[in-house]
């Protein structure tokens, strides 16, 4: 079992910025590819933001490209993910997520996950 820890959240008025850290636990994170997910209130999961474990593939959605980077630090063991512009509707909470065996934009693929991170955004 991998462990994974969020943090980073909080507060934030529209237009403002905000970056989320994932912290692993695993020897081999490196070779782990990975993902962050939101979930808002009454929805369901969606795809935020992917990473690969080789060649820096990367991979957003629609709603946030241009907006948020995701990024990872394997020395540190570390993945994160670097929101700009934010709006209102960027408000959730903000999952981790690790896939040993590849990663991909669906949630479904992903064994392990972080306990989430929220993030508020004002009008």
């Known amino acids: 079992q991998v462990q994974l820890v969020e943090s980073g959240g909080g507060l934030v008025q529209a237009g403002g910025s905000l970056r989320l850290s994932c912290a692993a636990s695993?020897?081999?994170?490196?070779?782990?590819?990975m993902g962050w997910f939101r979930q808002a209130p009454g929805k369901e999961r969606e795809f935020v933001a992917y990473?690969?474990?080789?060649?820096?593939?990367?991979d957003y959605s629609d709603s946030v490209k241009g907006r948020f980077t995701i990024s990872r630090d394997n020395d540190k063991n570390t993945v994160y993910l670097k929101m700009n512009s934010l709006k209102v509707e960027d408000t959730a909470v903000y999952y981790c997520?690790?896939?040993?065996?590849?990663?991909?934009?669906?949630?479904?693929?992903?064994?392990?996950w972080g306990q989430g991170t929220q993030v508020t955004v004002s009008s």
């Open positions: 997520a690790a896939n040993y065996n590849g990663g991909g934009t669906q949630w479904t693929v992903y064994p392990y």
């Open positions: 695993g020897r081999t994170f490196s070779m782990y590819a």
């Open positions: 990473i690969s474990w080789r060649l820096g593939s990367r």
